[in-house]
């Protein structure tokens, strides 16, 4: 049997393949793995048996025959660790694209996030014209560093791997923002992990839902 994996019922970024599903969505179109999708609405989410697959009651879930994971970065991380095509073979190049996992989820996408919670929920406070400059300044920084480390190369360490599809992911957020646009190299690599085919096909896989959902 395929993996199930979770996702939205009716995906909040309105088919911009922004959902955590798309991570897990393209990591298991990379190396070929056919998978089943079960959808589930903000409310089964937080409900006892969906809770039981993931304790924080989000998405996505990942089932197995009788493996249950969540979080993307673990996701991802056993679906290259099982099929080739997401880790280098070299065992100290397999330990740098692990490393890079790491840096996108715990060191390049939090200030990223928190600037949206920002921009999503507290727009509303007297303080908040004056923290936005506070947190992509942090944003900046991060960018700065990792455009540094990218250089000219197309990916960050040799040939694309699960670093830089969970990095793209992570970028992605910042689509269309100045803060992004400042670093042409990391439009450019957002742009080449786009262009990849099995980018597309979870891509449209994940638009099919919101355009189903919303009667388009």
Partial sequence: MPP????????P???????????????????????????VSFSEMKEPGHRALHPFGQIPTYE??????FETGAIVLHVAERHA????????????????MFAALNTVEPPIVEREMAFYLERDRIWHRERMPILEQRIRVRLEELSTR???????????SAGDLLMV?????????????????????????EARPAFERAFAAQLAVFTASSGL
Avoid: C, K
């Fill in 4 to 11: 199930i994996i979770t996702a939205f019922e009716s995906s």
């Fill in 64 to 69: 197995e025959g009788d493996l249950a994971l």
């Fill in 169 to 193: 992911t992570v970028l992605r957020r910042l689509a269309g923002s100045p803060v992004l646009e400042a670093y042409p190299n990391l439009v450019a690599y957002v742009a080449r992990g």
């Fill in 150 to 160: 990218l250089g000219d190369g197309p990916w960050l360490d040799g040939a694309f």
């Fill in 85 to 100: 095509g997401l880790l280098p073979d070299a065992a100290h190049a397999r330990a740098r694209a692990i490393a890079w």
């Fill in 13 to 39: 970024d309105r088919g911009r393949g922004q959902a955590r599903d798309m991570r897990v969505r393209w990591a298991l179109e990379e190396v070929g793995q056919p998978y089943g999708v079960r959808l």
